[in-house]
């Protein structure tokens, strides 16, 4: 699943990967909207208090806001590892929206528009 949450987090506009201590980071324009750290096998993820809420009612086993200060600012952990997919995809999107400019988190379509 390390795979795939690095490849769809990095999938996002202007996303960079950086180490981050001990962690790699992914971030849009410089600003971190989630961490994996190897030892633990746990990603941490920038939510809205609401998407923190929401998220760790799927199973607070799995997905849950970290145990101090930076928790109650909606950083979450999650095991990637035991979480689907989509669940993935969902966390990630909730994270780089909370943190990316506006203008990042709906891109124009590449298309263009059609003719009348």
Same mark, same amino acid.
């Given at each position: 699943?390390? *795979?795939?949450?690095?490849? /769809?987090? +990095?999938?996002?506009?202007?996303?960079? !990967?950086e180490?981050?201590?001990?962690?790699?980071? #992914?971030?849009?324009?410089?600003k971190i909207?989630? *961490?994996?750290?190897?030892? /633990?096998? +746990?990603?941490?993820?920038?939510?809205? !208090?609401?998407?923190?809420?929401?998220?760790?009612? #799927?199973?607070?086993?799995?997905?849950?806001?970290?145990?101090?200060?930076?928790?109650?600012?909606?950083?979450?952990?999650?095991?990637? !590892?035991a979480?689907?997919?989509?669940?993935?995809?969902d966390?990630?999107?909730?994270?780089?929206?909370?943190?990316?400019?506006?203008?990042?988190k709906n891109?124009?379509?590449?298309?263009?528009?059609?003719?009348?």
């Amino acid at each position: 699943m390390l *795979t795939f949450f690095r490849n /769809t987090a +990095l999938s996002y506009p202007e996303t960079t !990967e950086e180490p981050h201590f001990k962690n790699t980071s #992914f971030r849009v324009r410089k600003k971190i909207f989630a *961490t994996y750290n190897f030892d /633990t096998q +746990l990603a941490c993820l920038k939510l809205s !208090e609401k998407d923190q809420d929401l998220f760790s009612v #799927f199973d607070r086993s799995l997905i849950f806001p970290v145990p101090n200060k930076w928790g109650k600012q909606g950083w979450t952990l999650a095991k990637i !590892e035991a979480l689907d997919e989509e669940i993935i995809r969902d966390l990630l999107h909730a994270a780089f929206c909370q943190v990316a400019p506006e203008k990042l988190k709906n891109p124009p379509p590449s298309s263009t528009p059609p003719k009348p």
